[in-house]
DNA sequence: TATTAGCACTCGTTATTTATGAGTGCTAAT
DNA sequence: ATTAGCACTCATAAATAACGAGTGCTAATA
């Protein structure tokens, strides 16, 4: 029998209802869960005092905490866990699967667009932050390559991925050269480099051309004018939407979590390299406070899904929000577009 | 003899010192000023009575006003103005012009990082948000028109403007055509529209070639690809940075004040539209208060300066802050970042 | 053995009361 | 025109009291 020092033990079958009924009843009013009130609202058959033992021991137990000594209970971390947990095992992610509707976003070709409007349409719905990782332009395929003259001794190079992603940046090139030797330069970097990602072109297709016996000074110019040109690509950028919504819910405004907001605003990179670490994972992963390892940031947590071009993980999106977040809304959404965006950009990038 | 019932006229000598001062303290310190102890702190020889009479006066004629009976004043938009018409008098614009140093903007040839950079530097040097209305395509001048094929029915259409403005922009085409017959279209296009800006290009050029004899069916089909790509160009951009310094505010973060934040955050529209109004405008512009003529955003000032291409104004940037706002500071920084935006887009567009 | 009723106690919340003090307006003297 | 003097105001803060939802514990009950 529970005799309230245990600290790690299976929660039974009435005590796991009740701790998903309390983080739910949080979720929802935002207030201290008490016994007496509690007991009614939902209908148990249950004595007010017997639901305060077992609030004393779910709270031993390390799921429950009281604000003060003489208040309900709110969940922990670890109660949110084991609620969400709960969430995931009953969770049918093919149920959504046929209702996947992208048309929201198949008007755009523009891919840094359709960045854009995904996170908007994020935290619109949930009505917290959404947040996307956009794929690492070092991880992505080279389709076509392009220079243009602008002046002289300036050129354009455009370079084109699988994905749809166009790069533009502008060349100051030392020689003077004529369109006619660009289209040149194009017709033989496009030939070369195509099918290589970003990353093994800077790592190693300009090592082995400039290598090639057949070279020539024009060939290694060619190969100069890429080289700068794609030197600085290379990072994944960030794009969140909808902290406005974060400033709306009074809790995340009181002073001490304010503050992890505005560091949410201010380093962008926080959140980037926490979605980052997601990219590779399957499915959608839920961080729950302190599970997001950033002394910076508390009070908060994110759900996230990976998405993909093909079978390749390429970024993730994802919902910020407190803690006391509507998991049961949150995750469909995120899971829902997330195969929505890899089912869009794949088809994208055919 | 000033009899306290007027409630328009000139101040004298000591009434407009004694203002700028209250204005200034209040700026400083942000608690309402008392007559005791500010007579004390700036040293006037005069008594505490002597500075109530003055106040009221001021406070009759609109300046100053009480948040409650028996408070300090605070300044009034009308007290801030007269501040800030105050400085704008006394202040030498040219004295920056030998300091204006464009290096941190140097190294980006990317339009777009440079909007990026300019937003970011205002709202780092005046802790409070920066903003940038970027110029609008529509005004800007054609260079360069380039088609590239990507796929059989796809292809690429850059544009490139004077102001090294890069617009790119995917379009579908019925027809198959060859990467020669771009290369074509791109000549033909770059031959007829370079020199006319975006506008005059859709609302007369377009027309105009279709109108010529000489037209062929290929030149029909390069007139409708570039008019599709250039179709949805035109709008300028808007870029804010910095509101979580406003957040770092107590006084915005005040129930009333914070809706005014979100509003700006949500509908970066508002923004954008002041904005607007002042690209033609000569010189610094200071609005204050109610005369930020909107009733979603209260208790904000906006300090701003249009930037020129040549001669031509083209954009502006700002600073956005409190009504409270470091005027002193922000005016200078405002002007100068003007001025060297200005100097760097001219010199880009040569 | 698990549940429940009963009860004293806790403590955040709200309302009420009571200083405190910086500030005011007014009047009369300088 | 300036100032001293004084009664008055009122936001702010601290102290006090009442409230009530909630707790832990004990002893009775099924």
Redesign the interface.
Known sequence: MPNGFETERILDERESAILNSIVYEYIETGKAVGSRSFVQKYSFSLSPATMRNIMYDLERLGYLMQPHTSAGRIPTDKGYRYYVNSLLENYDSSFHDMEIDEKIFQKE??LDKIFESVTRMLSMVSRYAGVMLSPKPDFTVL??V?I?Q?ESSEV?V?A?TRT?M?L???VIVSVRVTQDEL?EYSKYLTSELCGYSLQEIKDNIFGELRGDRKSSTNRELAIDIAQLALAETGESSINIDG??NL??IPEM?EESR?NS??NI??EKNIIKSILEKHVESEGIKILIGEEIDNEKVTGCSLVTSPYKIGNKPVGAIGVIGPTRMDYEKVVPLVDYTGKAVSGLLTRMSK
């Open positions: 070709l523009q389709k076509l392009e243009i602008l354009l455009i084109v749809g166009i533009t940046r502008k289209s902290i406005e400033l709306r405004v304010l907001l505005l605003i201010e």
